[in-house]
């Protein structure tokens, strides 16, 4: 008797109430398994079947490389730039004594288990691990705290500000460097690409959201703007700057319909409006007539501009604002109730120099950058007021990249580390105010340090919950060729969530040496820089202004630039003088009413690119969404032709 047949007399046996039908099934599918074979036939199979590959396939593993490689940069640079921009708490206590508290690093550790555990064979902690006991694959945040009393330098504190999560197949994962055998050691699959976080046993992905083109200038017609004052226009020029750690604000240039301009900034989700002629004052120390001269570059027989800006600049006479140091002052007690991060004991100018330096085009560092970024603004403004320019919208693929979900990390622990300053000043404070004649001495610091908690609970409540609170107002904006176009879930999220293309790489980070280099690059191919551009008379009509990154950098002849583009590409293809993911745009003149003209450069992270063949260098080049727009790509050589 076969083995199934037992089985069938077995379940008769107990099934002694079913009835006579269900047990002719049984003897019927007891019969049946006679028949198939004790070992199944392998002949379909290919000849690697259950073979573990030496190295990893590239393609699968292009899928979690934007997410993993963001995640790299945090840990590389990111964490470090993000630490130098957090602002210090400065605060003083009812003695007098002037408290300055800062970090100064911070690093975040792989994942270990606990020193001093019983029974450890290894230290290390895997994720498969995480996922069956249903914990978080985390790491510990060390950060190292200076503390000053009126100005005399402590000795570095260090804190553990929480154990926070780690992304899989991050450098910091343990999983980076295995081959596909470790990997299936591990527990994990041999293809595993990673970029995923593991909270509570549960995987959580930060998924890549579209966001508007950094460090760009370009106009936007929105009809709610009319709403945020008297006689606001829907016009404006709009650029989202991003610093070098990521951090992200939005400054708008409005054209207001008695002819003047007003630009906003915000801090703390708080939304300003301030006369542009009051921050270009404010910028630099010159005369009016400087002022007046730049503004007016190449634009001498525009009247209706000349006009407005005259009245501008009258109406801040009118208000006795004649200086620039009387520009800073009036701008510093402004806001100096407004900005509450600043000490109290900070004068006039100091606020001002801060609102510059953390709400004003803050991806440049130098105010005289800033000035002459807001004056190519105004020029662009007054283009598209009188219809010599058209308004571009930030609707189209060629003005987006991407928010990574590494950056978008990096945003948030930055946040939260400011925000805890912030508790530990009120801990602080209110430890001193019942107290006459309290000193901030190291017991008092090092219980404070202990009452002020860590930031694990707020980025555990983020990837559980999917919501984003931040003091800075950071928010997630549910808002052919590198975006698939055909696969999109039905529903209501049918055509917002996409997924990219095959061969459509995410850039990084680029190498800042080259960075550094392409101004010198672009002068020995005809670029004039602008000091020197200061020197000569100005024409929009036969020179293209410069823009790598957001900053200006000088003017170019019309019958100089596709010379110099053409030339650009090429070194572009070899990646040594300038970057391979140099994103080269150049707007052309003559389209009535087309894009503002100009040569548009940018090398930041997080741009969507494809590979094309360059039939000029014969070599593989990287273009971008904004770049492609005005180029001539062909599908086949023989489509190509000359101009």
Request: hydrophobic fraction near 40%.
């Amino acid at each position: 008797m076969c083995v199934s047949a037992s089985v069938c007399i077995v379940i008769k046996w107990l099934c002694v109430g079913w009835c006579g039908s269900c047990l002719m099934v049984l003897e019927m599918f007891a019969l049946g398994c006679s028949y198939v074979d004790a070992e199944p036939s392998l002949k379909n199979l290919s000849a690697d079947f259950g073979k573990i590959p030496e190295k990893q396939d590239d393609l699968l593993q292009s899928l979690g490389a934007p997410h993993v490689e963001s995640f790299n940069y945090v840990l590389r640079e990111g964490l470090d730039k993000a630490v130098k921009d957090i602002l210090p708490i400065e605060f003083e206590l009812q003695n007098g004594d002037r408290i300055r508290i800062k970090f100064e690093s911070a690093k975040l550790c792989s994942p270990v288990v606990p020193p001093g555990s019983y029974g450890v064979k290894s230290p290390y902690i895997f994720p498969t691990e995480c996922r069956q006991r249903g914990i978080t694959y985390k790491g510990h945040l060390i950060t190292k705290l200076s503390f000053k009393i009126n100005d005399v330098q402590l000795a570095l504190v260090e804190k553990d500000l929480g154990q926070i999560p780690i992304m899989v197949k991050s450098d910091a994962c343990h999983l980076s460097k295995l081959n596909p055998s470790q990997l299936i050691a591990k527990g994990e699959h041999a293809e595993e690409w990673g970029g995923y976080f593991i909270i509570g046993g549960h995987e959580r992905l930060i998924r890549m959201l579209q966001m508007t083109r950094r460090n760009y200038p370009f106009a936007v017609t929105r009809s709610s703007w009319k709403q945020r004052g008297s006689l606001f226009s829907d016009l404006g020029i709009m650029i989202r700057c991003v610093k070098d750690d990521q951090t992200s604000t939005n400054n708008v240039l409005h054209f207001v319909r008695d002819g003047s301009a007003k630009l906003m900034f915000s801090y703390k989700r708080n939304l300003y409006y301030t006369p542009i002629m009051l921050i270009l004052k404010c910028l630099l120390d010159v005369c009016d007539e400087y002022i007046m001269h730049q503004l007016m570059a190449g634009y001498e027989e525009d009247t209706y501009m000349k006009g407005c800006l005259m009245n501008m600049m009258q109406a801040l006479h009118e208000e006795g604002i004649h200086t620039h140091h009387e520009a800073k002052s009036y701008i510093g007690k402004t806001f100096k109730a407004r900005f509450y991060d600043v000490a109290s004991w900070t004068t006039d100018e100091e606020i001002c120099d801060f609102v510059i330096r953390h709400s004003l085009a803050i991806h440049l560092d130098n105010n005289e950058d800033k000035f002459n970024l807001y004056i190519l603004m105004m020029q662009k403004l007054f283009s598209v007021v009188q219809n010599k320019c058209c308004v571009e919208g930030g609707d189209g693929l060629m003005m987006h990249e991407l928010l990574l979900g590494g950056h978008l990390y990096l945003q948030l622990i930055k946040d939260k580390m400011q925000v805890w300053l912030q508790v530990l000043k009120s801990i602080i404070l209110k430890k001193a105010k019942p107290t006459a004649g309290f000193t901030l001495t190291n017991s008092e610091l090092n219980w404070a340090l202990k009452k002020s908690g860590t930031i694990e609970s707020s980025l555990n409540a983020f990837f559980a919950t999917g919501n984003l609170h931040t003091s800075s107002g950071l928010g997630l904006l549910q808002d052919k060729g590198f975006i698939c176009p055909v696969h999109t879930p039905d529903g209501a999220p049918c055509g917002l969530l996409n997924h990219l293309t095959k061969y459509c790489e995410v850039t990084s980070t680029p190498d800042p040496q080259i960075v550094a280099n392409i101004p010198s690059v672009l002068v020995s191919l005809g670029m004039v820089p602008l000091k020197g551009v200061r020197l000569i008379t100005l024409n929009h009509n036969e020179q293209f202004v410069v823009l790598l990154d957001g900053k200006v950098l000088g003017h170019v002849e019309k019958r100089e630039a596709p010379r110099l583009v053409d030339r650009l590409h090429i070194l572009k293809t070899d990646g040594k003088r300038v970057p391979q993911t140099l994103e080269i745009v150049l707007v052309p003149m003559g389209r009535k009413c087309g894009q503002f003209p100009g040569l548009f450069l940018f090398t930041g992270p997080a741009r969507m690119m494809r590979p094309v063949i360059n039939l000029a260098a014969q070599k593989v080049e990287l273009i971008g969404t904004f770049e492609q727009v005005y180029m001539d790509i062909c599908i086949y050589p023989k489509e190509a032709y000359e101009g």
